[in-house]
């Protein structure tokens, strides 16, 4: 699947930068650390990422944070104090991303953003591997267009609601690149009846 490919680029590139000269995985330790590891999703990058550590001769380490900041933090100074030398990592609140960053290059070791995109406190960005979600919002805004005009909703009160995590930016981006796209294809609709609906819901996967 594109996930699990997604995730063994990202670590054959870290996984051979680190390598060199190194002979064996007892010399290179790379980490992952990802913001929801029961989803389906972090499930095949997980393991595309161990499959592509593995294949580079490094060993591979892992950890779910689920959403919480304060593990995310202790779990990164874990992984560098047991001698991990690469680190890719979903953060779980793009506010992290400074701190992130700027502890990996106090520590000298690669990090690689995995899904959302985060930057130095200097605003450069740290190497990211990950969809590019206007676009992919953008298409969605497109076939709204459509089925609003198939439907004859012009003239008609509509009201569109934008559900937003404003803690994700790969969300947020999905529904900027919907909405500027929606409203190229129909400029007559009034962006005022665009309703904002803030949401912190984490999806997951229900028990059966």
């Not at 909703?153 to 569109?160: L, M, N, P, S, T």
């Amino acid at each position: 699947m594109k996930t699990t490919t997604k995730a063994l680029a990202t670590f054959a590139v870290l996984a051979a930068g680190l390598m060199g000269g190194a002979a064996s995985a007892d010399d290179i330790k790379i980490g992952y650390i990802n913001k929801m590891g029961d989803h389906p999703w972090f499930v095949a990058e997980v393991g595309g990422a161990k499959k592509a550590a593995e294949a580079a001769g490094a060993a591979f380490v892992s950890q779910d944070v689920q959403f919480d900041a304060n593990l995310t933090i202790t779990t990164f100074d874990t992984m560098v104090g047991d001698g991990v030398k690469g680190i890719a990592i979903v953060v779980p609140d793009k506010a992290l991303g400074p701190v992130i960053a700027e502890k990996a290059k106090a520590a000298k070791i690669p990090l690689v953003a995995v899904d959302d995109d985060i930057y130095y406190e200097d605003g450069t960005q740290v190497p990211y591997v990950g969809m590019n979600a206007y676009n992919i919002g953008a298409r969605v805004g497109e076939e709204l267009a459509k089925l609003y005009k198939a439907d004859g909703w012009a003239g008609k009160e509509v009201r569109i609601a934008s559900i937003e995590d404003r803690k994700a930016d790969t969300c947020m981006q999905r529904n900027k690149g919907a909405e500027e796209a929606f409203l190229k294809a129909v400029p007559d609709f009034k962006p005022g009846n665009i309703v904002r609906a803030p949401t912190t819901i984490r999806w997951s996967t229900p028990s059966t």
